[in-house]
């Protein structure tokens, strides 16, 4: 059930977006990520599951060159980009200025991030100020500004965490959509697992510092997640975060102490 | 690391890069702090003793020394920096207490903005040096001038800042302490003055720093001691060695100022990560 050797067979190296090999990353002595291998390939959409402090973001910020590798092999396209959780947008920049930061100042670049900001259902909010925006459209601006930049590797670090759940379901199709048109590899670190199925080709569990899962979907989209299939993937993917089938109820629940408090 | 072969196996794709700053050691960073002023001297020392520096215009450090020696043999070195320190501690604490109350004031009630701040930034814009000879006919030349002088001139970069510093404590968090029942006094003390805690030490950084200009102005009114007096008999005798210990004593002054406000910054704001920023 390893990663490395699922993704070794048939594909060609030069359509591979990600390669890690034996990737190990220690915090004073823990080790969080501990020989942990995984490929994307170029246009695919991985999401990765795992329970809090499992190492998946510290996977994603070496990844984005903003953590370092203690050993092992990392590999990825030059043109990558984050969504973090919070949106991080510079309050003193108008939500323009903020998709179109870091670029050459030019009247391409303004238009391109005129039509990112429109790509994300913004087009009128050019000249907002970030702290007028609700939480869900700051959100949208910081997918803009990712997307702008037109990466090979998008990152996305639990990006709908703070949305309410109807914002939360807008925004995943809305990323599903972006992602279909914009093909760039995708890795999503996320504790939704419900989430996870809808929107990935693959999913992987982050356990332990390794990937202990390693599915891939070939349900169709849009998913309906009533579908066996997914349904019994998704009881697979809980009993893996160490939640018990039979609580199919509490999805967001992953420690133990809750099957404690109720038997 | 075998990033080179996998870079040949996989075109188009890099090894990440994070550019993180590694923790420096506490001895380098005391060294580095060091080197400035160590540098400065040494140029100092080295032009003196080169003849590139005429003593006429500047004394050598070794003379500058010996006169510090001199000074301070004879005790007029320490009771000069004493009263001078007191003098300027005094004027600092009225003036930094006053910036304080008033900054609070204009940046948390409207009502207050309103009416303190036009005036206040008003007064701001006086030079405080213009006020010496009003403040000669008003209070006399004793203690109470020179104090006040100080006051008045080290308040304003406290007022400023404090009230930028409180005007930007995250207004969402004074709503959400509003629901928990802080009272107005309570939610300035516990969550305003902690938010607005890095502008508050900036602000007295440099009412500090202030004050040390004020002392000169305020030991210009007819001082028989302090570190004013001390300049003004070396100015009347042409002794560039003792005008130079005084220079340094100022700078010295300062210096320890900043050390002030950097141990209280740690001390205050337990929470917040020392050092500077990327």
Partial sequence: ???????????????????????????????????????????????????????????????????????????????????????????????????????????????????????????????????????????????????????????????????????????????AELCRVH??????????????????????????????????????????????????LRRKLLADLGVAPDRRGSTERTGQPVKEAIS | MTADTGVASYPGLVTPRPQIARPRRAAVSVTLRVAGPIALLAAWWAASASGALNPAVLASPQQVASAAWQLWRSGQLQSAVGVSVLRAAT????????????????????????????????LRALPFLSLVPLFMVWFGIGEEARVILIAVATSFPMYVSTAGGVRAVDPRLVEAMRTFGLSRWALVRQVVLPAAMPSLLSGLRLSMTLSVIALIAAEEINTTNGIGFLMAQAQTYSRTDILTVCVLLYGLLGLCVDLIVRGAERLLMPWRPTGARR
């Avoid at chain 1, 900001?117 to 459209?137: D, I, K, Q």
């Avoid at chain 1, 390693?214 to 009533?226: C, H, K, S, V, Y």
């Fill in chain 1, 183 to 232: 093909r760039p590899a995708v890795l999503l670190v996320t504790h939704d697992v419900d989430e996870a199925v809808r929107l990935a080709d693959r999913v992987a569990v982050l356990r332990a510092g390794r990937l202990v899962t390693d599915e891939r979907i070939t349900a169709a989209r849009p998913r309906d997640l009533g579908d066996p299939q997914l349904s019994a």
């Fill in chain 1, 1 to 175: 059930m390893n990663a490395g050797t699922a993704m070794s067979g048939g594909t060609a190296m030069g359509d591979t977006a990600v390669h890690i090999q034996g990737l190990r990353r220690e915090f004073s002595g823990r080790r969080v990520l501990d020989d942990l291998d995984l490929d994307i390939q170029r246009g695919e959409f991985v999401a990765l599951l795992g329970a809090s402090g499992a190492g998946k973001t510290t996977l994603l910020r070496i990844l984005g060159a903003l953590d370092r590798a203690d050993a092992g092999t990392v590999l990825v396209p030059t043109v990558r980009t984050i969504v973090f959780q919070e949106p991080r947008l510079v309050p003193s920049k108008r939500a323009l200025g903020n998709v179109a930061v870091g670029l050459p100042n030019t009247a391409a670049t303004r238009e391109r991030a005129e039509r990112a900001l429109a790509e994300v259902g913004l087009a009128g909010h050019a000249r907002a100020w970030p702290h007028t925006l609700s939480g869900g459209e700051a959100q949208r601006v910081a997918l803009a500004r990712a997307l702008v930049r037109e990466p090979e590797l998008l990152l996305l670090d639990e990006p709908f965490a703070a949305l309410d759940a109807l914002t939360r379901l807008r925004m995943q199709d809305l990323v």
């Fill in chain 2, 91 to 122: 004027g600092l604490l009225f003036g930094v207490s006053a910036g304080l109350v008033l900054g609070v004031i204009t940046g948390f009630s409207r009502l207050g903005e309103e009416l303190l701040d036009s005036p206040l930034q008003l």
